[in-house]
């Protein structure tokens, strides 16, 4: 199946672990499918699940105090369309620059051969130029918000530039992973108060664990190519005991996230209700079948429990979007 995906991929200048029926191919021209595929726009679960720490912070920031007419607890609707442009270009900015860092591996292993880079349909220098470009209207994304959230997204830009090199020297580059995806848990908040405190500090903390946990499951699907060109993973470290590592992170992140919502009220009505909870108790549901239905040799099917976390990430959002309707309505007494 794998053989036949690369073989499909190199006749139609598709890359093989992406949808064949995908809107960039029915849509886009032709020559704009490389650069379509540097950025990832054929496989939007990465920018989704960077997506969702961003959408989570800003829902939770409102709620740190008392609803009121004047502050509702919901989040900014620009705030959020913000989160999701940005999110969609920085996400296609890091996987250009993560393609340049990695040419020579992807070039080794079967799943990212017919990526434009090692298939030859893209230049560097073009590659470097699209990154550019990708990298400017983050910029100007970020300059939508106040100067503490625009020196802190700049700070980010750590996280994203060590990341592709970690898994040369560590097994643990999903770590650097969750540094960098879950950068949105601080954003969020820093969007809406100009500043951080104890509730986004957790909430980036269980972002981290949620995402080493799904890309652990992600990694899977290439731990043969990687052991045979030294490309170290969690994946390949858990090796047969993925399903009590995943335990592990997940439990912690959902802890973690209790703990952020606990520690968000700044009044003494403020902070996420039931809902919120509520939601966080579904989504452990989530990732607990997750975990029971993980089979670490299926390489579809840790493709598509991978993918699956965008559920969880709505879950958590709405749970959110319903503690803030459910506050709202309820009358407010003096204390």
Request: with cysteine; glycine share 8%; charged share 15%.
């Amino acid at each position: 199946m794998a053989n036949l995906k690369t073989s499909l991929a190199e006749s139609t200048d598709r890359v093989s672990d992406a949808p064949v029926y995908n809107w960039v191919y029915r849509w886009l021209p032709r020559a704009i499918w490389p650069y379509a595929q540097l950025a990832r726009w054929d496989r939007p679960i990465g920018w989704q699940l960077l997506l969702w720490p961003c959408w989570w912070s800003a829902a939770l920031a409102p709620q740190a105090i008392a609803p009121s007419a004047v502050h509702p607890g919901l989040p900014s609707l620009w705030h959020l369309f913000l989160f999701l442009v940005g999110a969609v270009a920085m996400r296609g900015a890091g996987c250009t620059y993560n393609d340049l860092v990695d040419h020579d591996i992807d070039d080794k292993v079967a799943r990212t051969r017919s990526r434009p880079l090692p298939s030859g349909r893209v230049s560097r220098g073009q590659a470097k130029l699209f990154l550019v470009l990708q990298s400017l209207l983050g910029l100007l994304v970020l300059l939508q918000f106040n100067l503490f959230a625009v020196l802190l997204g700049i700070l980010s830009l750590l996280t994203v530039a060590i990341y592709p090199f970690l898994k040369r020297f560590t097994d643990w580059p999903q770590l650097g992973l969750g540094l960098a995806f879950s950068w949105g848990a601080l954003m969020g908040w820093a969007g809406h108060w100009g500043s951080l405190s104890l509730s986004p500090l957790l909430l980036y903390a269980g972002s981290i664990l949620w995402t080493i946990g799904y890309d652990t499951i992600y990694a899977h699907q290439d731990k043969e190519d990687d052991a045979l060109v030294g490309v170290r993973s969690t994946a390949r470290l858990f090796g047969r005991h993925t399903r009590e590592a995943l335990t592990v992170l997940y439990l912690g992140a959902i802890v973690l996230f209790f703990a952020a919502f606990a520690t968000a009220p700044m009044g003494a009505a403020g902070g996420p209700s039931w809902p919120a909870y509520a939601a966080l108790a579904v989504g452990a549901v989530q990732m607990v079948w997750q975990i029971l239905s993980l089979d670490i040799d299926d390489p579809d099917q840790c493709l598509g429990l991978f993918k699956s976390n965008t559920v969880f990430g709505w879950i958590i959002f709405f749970g959110l979007i319903f503690s803030a309707l459910f506050s709202l309505s309820m009358p407010v007494t003096a204390s």
